[in-house]
């Protein structure tokens, strides 16, 4: 059974999420988290005791892609196309690591599940990329430019 720790990439703000009122944004991060969740036991928030990142939940994932070192945080059936479920990846860092977005296309390839990554942190929502059937990214430019927002 793998465990967070020492990853703390999810409470530094990669992902945009709101823990007791305040937003956990890159530069933000949570109050909870100094080397680790502080209250991790009874975590303050539905929002934490839930979560679990794609690296935690699929022992296909290797070591390297914990979100810490690889530089991504995957969240897996994040989303539906078509009745598969669609992966999404946001990164930790400033960007997903060229070799690290390398790895998660094939990983989508091999696995037969469709992307969504943004390249620069803070841009979910925004600058969301596809990858998979040209069907697919057709589908999502297509929402993309009806403003539709993957958060």
């Not at 465990?3 to 709101?18: D, I, K, Q, R």
């Not at 909870?32 to 690296?55: A, I, L, M, S």
């Not at 892609?65 to 897996?76: E, F, N, W």
């Not at 990983?107 to 925004?126: H, M, S, T, V």
């Amino acid at each position: 059974m793998r465990s967070c720790l020492p990853c703390t990439a999810c409470c530094s703000g990669a992902l945009a999420v709101t823990i007791e009122g305040k937003d956990i944004t890159p530069g933000n991060p949570c109050k909870y988290c100094d080397n680790g969740c502080t209250v991790h036991d009874k975590q303050p928030e539905k929002v934490c005791r839930e979560f679990k990142c794609g690296w935690l939940t699929d022992p296909q994932l290797p070591e390297e892609m914990r979100p810490d070192l690889s530089g991504v945080i995957i969240l897996q059936g994040k989303y539906h196309w078509m009745s598969r479920p669609v992966d999404m990846a946001a990164p930790v860092g400033t960007e997903i690591p060229p070799r690290t977005l390398k790895f998660i296309q094939y990983y989508a390839d091999q696995e037969n599940r469709p992307l969504l990554y943004c390249k620069r942190i803070g841009n979910i929502g925004r600058d969301i990329y596809p990858y998979g059937p040209d069907a697919f990214q057709n589908d999502i430019s297509d929402m993309v430019k009806s403003g539709h927002e993957f958060k």
